[in-house]
């Protein structure tokens, strides 16, 4: 079983910037892909960004370089910095954990609201 706890969200203006912070517990950390997606009211939830133990990230075409997914395997932690903000990128936004070998053992956060408006 894997906890995950995310931390950052809130209310930020156009062209502002945010980091986002999920601690996971309970499973060791580096065995699993870590991920950030977000649902917006009415839509699917979608994939945002990845990062493996191995350090190797996929991104979304519409967070590409804006967005940068990071993990540190001794905090247990990954990061999702997040620049240049405009109000499409507001969500709820979830951390995920799927584990690299047993893909079928996966996990998520419970969320953290991103709002961005001026």
């Known amino acids: 079983q894997v906890q995950l706890v995310e931390s950052g969200g809130g209310l930020v203006q156009p062209g502002g910037s945010l980091r986002l912070s999920c601690a996971a517990s309970g499973d060791i950390f580096r065995l699993y892909t870590m991920g950030w997606y977000r649902q917006a009211p009415g839509k699917q939830r979608e994939m945002i960004a990845t990062?493996?133990?191995?350090?190797?990230?996929k991104y979304a075409d519409s967070v590409k370089g804006r967005f940068t997914i990071s993990r540190d395997n001794a905090k247990n932690t990954v990061y999702l910095q997040m620049n240049s903000l405009n109000p499409e990128d507001t969500a709820a936004y979830y951390c995920?954990?799927?584990?690299?070998?047993?893909?079928?053992?996966?996990?998520w956060g419970q969320g953290t609201q991103v709002t961005v408006s001026s």
């Open positions: 995920n954990a799927v584990h690299e070998i047993f893909g079928r053992l996966y996990y």
């Open positions: 990062i493996t133990n191995a350090g190797s990230t």
